[in-house]
């Protein structure tokens, strides 16, 4: 069955400091596809990046970076050099192709704290 | 652009009513997925919908149902509401039916059972 585990529930750091939020998943799919997405207090999902099953590179945003490993199924995501605009919840999220629609399948989201 | 919007934000219903909360997806979006977040249960899918017709389900008693209309908007309708139905509902927009796009979520709808 699918699953995304995030096991860090809380996060707290201080401005500029680096932070790598963990994400695991499980799939029986050979193609799927992983998310990542940001909830701000105001409550709505923000998109951050989409990567699929054959794309195994590496990707930087800005301060942002994701690192994706098929061999240990994790799809994990830094911020460098936090900013205290970076606190909110962040969610990791699955989506097999094989399925009748596009439902994501989320982890429980990390809240990440970060102060001045 | 218009991003999607639910309505109301916020609702306050008594134990064994109905709800029905509504979503407008971005312009030119067909497909519309629905999810429920809680503390307990974090975020769960409910169904989705794409021209007019439910494509998937999650795992939620026959009390929460959708449906969508031609112009692409959506409402989701809880029967013989349970505390336990307090909760954030998400709304979702996609472009199209793949599963390869983005989906653009609303603010969402705040409903709390008492």
């Known amino acids: 069955a699918q699953k995304v585990t995030q096991a860090q529930t809380e996060i707290s750091v201080v401005e500029k400091e680096d932070v790598t939020l963990d994400c695991v998943y499980e799939?029986?799919?050979?193609?799927?596809?992983l998310f990542w997405y940001k909830q701000p207090p105001s409550g709505e999902l923000v998109f951050l990046i989409r990567?699929?099953?054959?794309?195994?590179q590496n990707e930087i945003s800005g301060r942002y970076s994701w690192n994706f490993q098929k061999s240990t199924s994790s799809f994990n995501f830094t911020i460098t050099a936090s900013q205290v605009v970076d606190s909110a919840v962040y969610f990791c999220?699955?989506?097999?192709?094989?399925?009748?629609?596009?439902?994501?399948?989320f982890g429980k989201g990390t809240t990440l704290s970060v102060s001045s | 652009k218009a991003g999607v919007t639910q309505t109301p934000r916020y609702l306050i219903k008594t134990r064994g009513q109905q709800v029905t909360l509504s979503c407008s997806p971005i312009?030119?979006?067909?497909?519309v997925s629905w999810y429920q977040q809680t503390p307990g249960q974090g975020l769960q899918f409910l169904f989705e919908?794409?021209?007019?017709?439910?494509?998937n389900k999650g795992n939620f008693p026959g009390r929460f149902s959708g449906r969508q209309f031609s112009n692409s908007r959506s409402e989701m309708n809880v029967s013989t509401l349970e505390l336990g139905d307090s909760a954030l509902y998400l709304c979702?927009?996609?472009?199209?039916?793949?599963?390869?796009?983005?989906?653009?979520f609303g603010q969402g709808t705040r409903l709390t059972v008492v």
């Open positions: 979702a927009s996609r472009p199209g039916a793949g599963v390869n796009t983005e989906a653009f």
């Open positions: 799939t029986r799919d050979t193609t799927y596809y």
């Open positions: 990567r699929n099953s054959f794309d195994e």
């Open positions: 999220a699955l989506s097999e192709a094989d399925q009748a629609g596009t439902a994501l399948i």
């Open positions: 312009s030119g979006h067909r497909s």
């Open positions: 919908y794409f021209s007019e017709t439910q494509r």
